[in-house]
């Protein structure tokens, strides 16, 4: 379903030859989310590029750097982050966070109070949305 959606969407979908360990690149990311905000699109956009269109080895610290660099990430406070653990406790942090709300794996949304877990097919994820929304729309009308 991931390749007819990418396909659909235009989107490059190269699956890698080998599963790599993506917890350094997540917790790069965790920590430029939560530390360097303005740089985190591009630097997320490019490490999710890296993977799954590029074919590249979000494993290896010097294609995380690359991405890094070219997103205005400092450097120097992302390897410190890294080497001391404070970055991977982000994720920790973050995946305590989700189980607590009933997350037990990727993709989930919490939309309007409920959560959606799993790929889902683009017209039903559009009319959750559409649905949230609307429940959005109707409760701001009942406050006025």
Same mark, same amino acid.
Not at 95 to 109: I, N, S
């Given at each position: 379903?991931?390749?007819?959606?990418?396909?659909?969407?235009?989107?490059?979908? *190269?699956?890698?030859?080998?599963?790599?360990?993506?917890?350094?690149?997540?917790?790069? #990311? %965790?920590?430029?989310? &939560?530390?360097?905000?303005?740089?985190?699109a591009e630097f997320h956009h490019k490490l999710f590029e890296a993977h799954f269109a590029l074919g590249e080895d979000i494993d290896d610290q010097a294609v995380i750097d690359r991405h890094a660099a070219n997103a205005g990430v400092d450097l120097g406070a992302l *390897?410190?982050?890294?080497?001391?653990?404070?970055?991977?406790?982000?994720?920790?942090? #973050? %995946?305590?966070?989700? &189980?607590?709300?009933?997350?037990?794996?990727?993709?989930?949304?919490?939309l309007d109070g409920r959560l959606i877990a799993g790929l889902q097919p683009a017209p039903e994820f559009q009319r959750v949305a559409q649905d949230a929304l609307g429940q959005q729309a109707r409760s701001e009308r009942t406050r006025r």
């Open positions: 379903m991931l390749e007819q959606q990418a396909a659909a969407a235009g989107l490059a979908l *190269h699956w890698p030859a080998r599963i790599p360990n993506s917890r350094k690149a997540l917790a790069a #990311a %965790e920590w430029v989310r &939560r530390n360097q905000p303005n740089a985190f *390897h410190t982050a890294l080497a001391d653990g404070s970055a991977y406790a982000e994720v920790d942090r #973050a %995946e305590r966070a989700g &189980r607590q709300h009933g997350v037990h794996g990727t993709p989930a949304w919490l």
